[in-house]
């Protein structure tokens, strides 16, 4: 065995930032802003974790997703802010179940009805490709499947890309071909 040295941390001493997304644009290759599950793995929500408490895991975690596992380690589903905000909430607690009896399960958007991009088309696409993709669907997230081994991969979010490019990117629903255009020109 072999002890380390240990010495004082220097004042000059700055934090480590990753220089790879301080250059992105729309033509940047679309992998620099995936959430690559085989380099990092993804941030994930058991879904017996009750409802109240989501929204501030995934704010203390800086995540604008999380994966939703069963007890068994399986991914059933997606959750994000806005499927365990208030006005979600209390559409639940209007159908009749107790607001302590909300679970990430019962909010989540399931896994079958998320969808997904081949991984194999995303390393051939731009930053560009998958923005139109987003708005062009309407969608937030897009999970990114790896369809020769059957594995989830990754996952993109338009909030990361936004983010990444100092965009406004706001993807609520399917935008018009001028609004599209201009998220695009910009």
């Known amino acids: 065995m072999h002890t380390l040295s240990l010495f004082k941390t220097d004042p000059s001493d700055r934090l480590a930032w990753p220089h790879a997304n301080q250059a992105l644009t729309l033509d940047s290759p679309a992998m620099d802003i995936?959430?690559?599950?085989?380099?990092?793995?993804?941030?994930?929500?058991?879904s017996a974790t009750p409802a109240v408490n989501i929204l501030p895991l995934l704010k203390q975690s800086h995540v604008s997703a999380a994966l939703v596992t069963d007890s068994h380690e399986r991914f059933c589903g997606l959750i994000t802010p806005q499927d365990v905000s208030e006005e979600r909430l209390l559409?639940?607690?209007?159908?009749?179940?107790a607001r302590e009896d909300i679970f990430a399960a019962d909010c989540m958007q399931p896994r079958d009805q998320l969808h997904s991009v081949a991984f194999d088309e995303v390393q051939r696409a731009r930053i560009k490709?998958?923005?139109e993709?987003?708005?062009s669907y309407g969608h937030q997230h897009c999970l990114?499947?790896?369809q020769k081994n059957h594995e989830i991969r990754g996952l993109i979010s338009a909030d990361d890309i936004a983010e990444f490019l100092k965009l406004q990117l706001d993807i609520r629903s399917?935008?018009?071909f001028a609004?599209?255009?201009r998220i695009l020109a910009a």
């Not at 995936?34 to 058991?46: E, G, K, L, Q, V």
């Open 179 to 181: 609004e599209l255009s």
């Open 174 to 176: 399917r935008p018009t």
């Open 34 to 46: 995936i959430a690559d599950f085989s380099i990092y793995a993804p941030y994930r929500i058991s």
């Open 129 to 131: 490709d998958v923005v």
């Open 133 to 135: 993709t987003l708005c």
């Open 144 to 146: 990114v499947t790896d």
């Open 91 to 97: 559409q639940i607690v209007g159908r009749g179940t």
